[in-house]
């Protein structure tokens, strides 16, 4: 009797164990706060086309903006009239690249502040802009801010998320992730005349 009382027991524990350690909730899983990225870096990567293949062939201008810095380093870019740039966009967090986090569907960079006609733009990614083309169609007398607009939740089929350089994309909805500029001044040859 000794033995059955023992053995129900060491069953009825068993069960009991497992039954808590099957019903025990997972540990959460910490989710990146998208508002706090710590760092961002751009690069203008100077090249041409060939075919529909982009190469790169000339200098790699890159762009950090860090999470408490109001002021990008560097400050003042001069890209080439004429060049293409392949332009990437990199995010970071706790110093972690974080770029697959931004879905296509509910994302969308924009570029604005350069006067008309000075860059074309084409994205390279499903309209997000962490990947894409920017020609430099031509000089300018000084630079200009222009600005890098990321935003969140808003509708990429409404007609002011058509364009990559649209003045009034906030009419597109959805919310800023992320909202910093940069001088860019586009220069004749090597531009180091200032």
Not at 60 to 75: A, G, I, L, Y
Not at 83 to 89: A, F, G, P, Q, R
Not at 116 to 138: C, S, W
């Amino acid at each position: 009797m000794k033995k059955h009382f023992n053995f129900f027991s060491l069953a009825l524990i068993t069960i009991l164990s497992l039954s808590f350690t099957a019903c025990k909730k997972d540990d959460p899983v910490a989710e990146k706060n998208l508002e706090q990225i710590d760092g961002t870096i751009v690069n203008f990567i100077e090249g041409h086309f060939q075919g529909t293949e982009f190469h790169a062939s000339g200098d790699t201008v890159k762009v950090t903006f860090e999470k408490d810095k109001t002021v990008s380093s560097p400050s003042h870019v001069h890209l080439h009239a004429g060049e293409t740039y392949l332009m990437e966009i990199d995010f970071y967090y706790k110093g972690v690249k974080i770029n697959s986090d931004f879905d296509a569907p509910s994302h969308q960079f924009f570029f604005v502040g350069a006067p008309d006609g000075i860059f074309d733009y084409t994205y390279a990614d499903e309209r997000v802009g962490l990947k894409g083309y920017l020609t430099v169609n031509q000089a300018t007398e000084s630079g200009f801010e222009w600005n890098l607009i990321l935003r969140h939740g808003l509708n990429k089929n409404h007609a002011a998320a058509q364009t990559w350089n649209n003045p009034n994309y906030n009419q597109a909805g959805g919310s800023y992730d992320f909202n910093r500029t940069v001088e860019i001044h586009p220069v004749v040859g090597d531009g180091q005349d200032h």
